[in-house]
């Protein structure tokens, strides 16, 4: 079947893959919650369609859940908040038809409590991509166990459609990259103050002996303290008291303009 894909959410997550779903797909609505955060999302979703070369492509945002009555696909990208998830799953259940699939981004929450909450377990799936979206290949995908071979099917498609490489992995917290990820993250940062090294030290270490893309304490930058620090929490990692302390003082990383470092001049 050809499928209508629809993104609910005005976040990060949420528009990079709205850019991305419009450039493989042509089109793409993108629901948001209020007008000011419909605005912003036109904004960001068309910078990131036009580095993708797909400037004349449709991004249609509305702030109307009524709007995805002829969706086939739609993929929630909210807050990573149980309560709030749930809402809208609720929500976004009652206006789509009946073989339509919902799809959750969660990287850290429970994918059985979630699809209970969508009234469509059957139709189920949590789509875990990474940011920036257009940039990374991998998708997590994990499945309540009353997920149909069509919802499977349906997914595994759809990220090949886009791109993408789709791993099936376990309904567990983190499921595979954040269950390993966040707990070297924050060694990295209980190392730095075991050491006084200072981060570029460390980043540089890992970047060039390890042969990652990015240092860990650049990553948690990256990422943001506070999102990071959330995912921590869900999956029963610790989190070092350094980090709840920048939190606290509104140091979140490169989304505030610093955190392990200093974002102010624009030069990282």
Do not use: W
């Not at 979630?114 to 789509?127: E, H, I, K, N, T």
């Not at 995908?141 to 090949?160: K, M, N, V, Y």
């Not at 893309?213 to 029963?236: C, E, R």
Request: glycine fraction near 8%.
């Amino acid at each position: 079947m050809e499928e209508k894909i629809a993104i609910a959410g005005s976040g990060a997550i949420a528009t990079g893959l709205a850019a991305t779903v419009a450039a493989h797909f042509g089109d793409v609505l993108l629901l948001a919650r209020s007008t000011g955060s419909a605005e912003q999302a036109v904004q960001r979703t068309g910078g990131i369609a036009s580095k993708l070369g797909a400037a004349d492509v449709s991004i249609r945002v509305s702030t109307d859940p009524e709007d995805l009555e002829d969706s086939t696909f739609v993929v929630e990208a909210i807050v990573e908040e149980i309560d709030a998830k749930c809402r809208l799953l609720g929500t976004l259940h009652d206006v789509l038809p009946e073989n339509a699939i919902l799809a959750t981004t969660t990287s850290s929450l429970n994918v059985s409590d979630l699809a209970a909450a969508s009234d469509r377990p059957d139709r189920f799936v949590a789509l875990h991509v990474f940011n920036p979206v257009p940039r990374m290949e991998l998708v997590e995908l994990a499945f309540p166990q009353q997920a149909s071979e069509e919802t499977r099917h349906r997914s595994f498609r759809i990220c090949g459609a886009l791109g993408k490489t789709a791993v099936e992995v376990p309904d567990v917290p983190g499921f595979v990259v954040n269950r390993l990820l966040f707990p070297y993250l924050f060694d990295a940062v209980g190392f730095l103050e075991e050491t006084g090294l200072e981060p570029t030290a460390i980043d540089t270490c890992m970047k060039l002996g390890a042969g990652h893309p990015m240092g860990p304490l650049a990553l948690l930058d990256f990422v943001g303290l506070d999102v990071s620090a959330a995912i921590a929490d869900s999956i029963g990692v610790a989190v070092p008291e350094r980090v709840r302390a920048m939190i606290a003082a509104g140091a979140l990383g490169k989304k505030a303009g610093r955190g392990f470092y200093d974002y102010s001049n624009g030069t990282r």
